[in-house]
């Protein structure tokens, strides 16, 4: 049995009732449609933006958002890297994808390596956007990290990620 607690613009809270190994539990979820993020290097730089995320003040993190209804993340990547840096990409490949918070929570995050990145905007925020770009050294990123002065999930999962698979290291 499933009832809906509450219906937001972005996500939704449902309380299940469930039998799970012969025992009756209750599970409080957080319903999100997903999202999608993409990791962009230009030159050894690693294209952020630094973002005012309430309640925790300004963070950097790599472009993202929330995929739209019926929306692919391939598209979600490519539309949000557009809209919150002005950069396009000629060629995208999936580089993982994960659950930040497996426990009560639906919101999967595809994250996606751009090449090719060339700007071709200005940024195009909603409303309640508060963004900057910022450039900074891939291995910097990877000693920000490491520091706790990158914070953001999807950021720490896409660089740590890519940091393996290249064999990066600090």
Not at 34 to 53: F, N, P, S, T, Y
Not at 143 to 163: E, F, N
Request: proline share 4%; glycine share 8%.
């Amino acid at each position: 049995m499933r009832k809906r607690i509450f219906q937001g613009r972005v996500l939704s809270l449902d309380v299940y009732k469930v039998s799970l190994a012969g025992r009756k539990v209750t599970r409080e979820v957080i319903e999100h449609p997903g999202a999608a993020a993409m990791l962009a290097i230009e030159d050894g730089k690693l294209l952020l933006v630094k973002q005012h995320r309430f309640p925790h003040g300004f963070v950097l993190e790599i472009p993202a958002g929330t995929m739209k209804r019926g929306e692919k993340p391939q598209k979600c990547a490519l539309r949000e890297l557009r809209e919150e840096t002005g950069y396009a990409a000629k060629k995208m490949i999936p580089l993982v994808k994960y659950y930040p918070s497996i426990g009560y929570n639906t919101e999967i995050i595809h994250c996606f390596v751009a090449s090719g990145i060339k700007k071709v905007s200005g940024l195009e925020l909603d409303e309640d956007e508060i963004i900057s770009v910022v450039k900074i050294d891939f291995k910097k990123v990877l000693r920000m990290i490491l520091s706790g002065k990158i914070t953001d999930s999807k950021t720490i999962c896409a660089v740590l990620t890519y940091a393996m698979k290249k064999k990066i290291h600090v």
